[in-house]
């Protein structure tokens, strides 16, 4: 009786995997940007490392200001 239920378990978990994998085969966005997406983006994380620098700390804010400048010039050179 074991063998039944985990074939059945087996069946609807290989089943959810190919319907998860085929839906993320056309579910993907583009991975073309502008420069001005590059640039909004730039300009809604700078707003939240000011955020964090008001609540954080100085230290806060220059951890997340260098990460914003790293995807920018992230963004510029692979998806700009």
Same mark, same amino acid.
């Not at 964090?52 to 951890?63: E, I, M, N, R, S």
């Given at each position: *009786?074991? @063998?039944?239920?985990?074939? @059945?378990?087996?069946?609807? #978990?290989? %089943? =959810?995997?190919? #319907?998860?994998?085929? *839906?993320? $085969?056309?579910?993907?966005?583009?991975?073309? &940007?502008?420069?001005?997406?590059?640039? @909004? /983006?730039?300009?809604? +994380?700078? &707003?939240? /490392?000011?955020? &964090? %620098?008001? =609540? %954080?700390?100085?230290? /806060?804010?220059?951890?997340?200001?260098? $990460? +914003? #400048? *790293? %995807?920018?010039?992230?963004? *510029?050179?692979?998806?700009?």
């Amino acid at each position: *009786m074991k @063998k039944i239920h985990t074939n @059945k378990r087996n069946r609807i #978990l290989i %089943g =959810t995997l190919v #319907l998860v994998l085929l *839906m993320g $085969g056309f579910a993907t966005p583009s991975l073309h &940007a502008s420069l001005a997406d590059c640039e @909004k /983006a730039l300009a809604r +994380c700078g &707003a939240d /490392a000011v955020i &964090a %620098g008001l =609540t %954080g700390g100085p230290l /806060a804010f220059a951890l997340w200001s260098s $990460g +914003c #400048l *790293m %995807g920018y010039d992230f963004c *510029m050179r692979y998806y700009g």
